[in-house]
């Protein structure tokens, strides 16, 4: 995965906040265009606070210095980079940290690696992806399964009956991954109900509260946030344990349990699959049938490729391949979502980006909501439009951005994979109608989600 790999997205506060703690002394001015601190001992936190989100923050200050520009946050210097021009004089393919998972397992107090350094940690990445990719396979039915029961209840619903896109995909999402990872167990609702309660406790902390400090001052959030979190580590391992005497080996946890990692990283591995997967499964699918419901002419053209890649027949894992114009609909889903719009790393050593030098240990933003709406990028960058990933151009853009390819991290992998099924399975059998009158609204903080829930129509297909 690149090394800014797009998940890393959501956790650049955890990053900051380690660099502050790690390189207290590092003080050194850029010497790039951009703000000056508006405060002695927070820089511009409160800039930020006021915009509502790191991702328009950013927006605001590229608007007014350029795709390099600089902010300050606490007392250190930050280069943000908001060109794929840019972007692509900084990055480093060869880079084998996975910024997303070391930033969460950070907040969460867990470790990266295997307590043996940069080896060890590159051996229990791949140990992760690959008991993903083999959960996948091993299981694909049940993907299959669990989408053909919600679009069959959809086309239970009376034509002028709102449906709710991210109540149900939320509800498809947590029932997949929780299935597909700790097994029948959580084939129950009521355990699936409870998981969710604890899961929804613990995300909604790290999506806020790091900016303005606000989960440290109040104990009562604090507290609650930290009984999920035991709450849910006591369900991992106890459903580790269990998985282990009956000696399975098809779900998510059995895989990590054939590997050499102790009971702790196998329950912590459980944790950031379930928590990252889920979110992310559910805001991509959430958004695509959103864009769907915009546009006839995309539904049709989506359904034609489903007609003759599968006729009659479920999609198949060895036929997503071949389902060319539904990776191109995904795609364009998540750039015209931003569906992560803000990813980081810290400068190893010494670097330059045109003539802009970048000192060791500064913290480097990637600004992808800008990049990924630029109009030096994209044609029509605020138009949902699928066709531009025919282009070569629009593919290697987005494939430097870390969101397809060999580089794409494995939870958006397995959500494309489940998006896959979903679509392949609803827009065969039924037509997405947006509502009159609903204004979607964005709310920028880990993944890109709506603000508030959003509503469509559906009616079979004659």
Known sequence: ??????????????????????YPSSRRASGIPGLNPTDEK????????????????????????GSVASFWFGGRPVVSLGSVHHLRQHINPNHTTDSFETMLKSLLSYQSGMGGGANETVIRKKVYESAINSTLKNNFPLVLKLVEELVGKWKSFPETQHTPLCAHLLGLSMKTVTQLALGERFKDDAD????????????????????DGSLEKSSSRKGHYEKALS???????????????QRKQTMFVDALLQSSLTERQIMEDCMVFTLAGCVITANLCIWALHFLSTSEEVQDKLYKELEEVLGSDPVTL???????????VLNETV???KLTPV??????????????????????????GVVLQDSDTWITPYRFDPDRFEEDSAKKSFCLLGFSGNQTCPELRFAY????????????QLKLHKLKGQVMEVRSELVSTPKDETWITVSRRS
């Not at 927070?42 to 210095?65: P, T, Y």
């Not at 699936?192 to 900016?211: M, P, Q, T």
């Not at 990813?343 to 992808?368: C, F, M, N, S, W």
Request: with cysteine; glycine share 4%.
């Open 1 to 22: 995965m690149l090394d800014f790999a797009i998940f890393a997205v959501t956790f650049v506060i955890i990053l900051v906040g380690a660099v502050l703690y790690l």
């Open 42 to 65: 927070d820089g511009n936190l409160q800039d930020i606070v006021n915009r509502g989100s790191l991702h328009e923050f950013l927006v605001s200050l590229h608007q007014e210095f």
């Open 192 to 211: 699936v109900i409870s998981f969710r309660k604890n899961h929804d406790a613990i995300w909604s902390e790290i999506g806020k509260g790091y900016l």
């Open 231 to 245: 709450e849910m580590e006591s369900v991992l391992l106890s459903v580790a344990k269990e998985r282990k005497a």
């Open 318 to 328: 060895d036929k997503i391949p071949q389902l060319r114009y539904c990776q191109q």
């Open 335 to 337: 750039r015209t979502a």
């Open 343 to 368: 990813a980081a790393r810290l400068q190893e050593v010494e670097g330059k980006v045109d003539q802009h030098v970048i000192p060791k240990e500064t913290l480097v933003i990637y600004a992808l």
């Open 417 to 428: 994979t489940v998006a896959t099924v979903l679509l392949s399975t609803l827009v065969r």
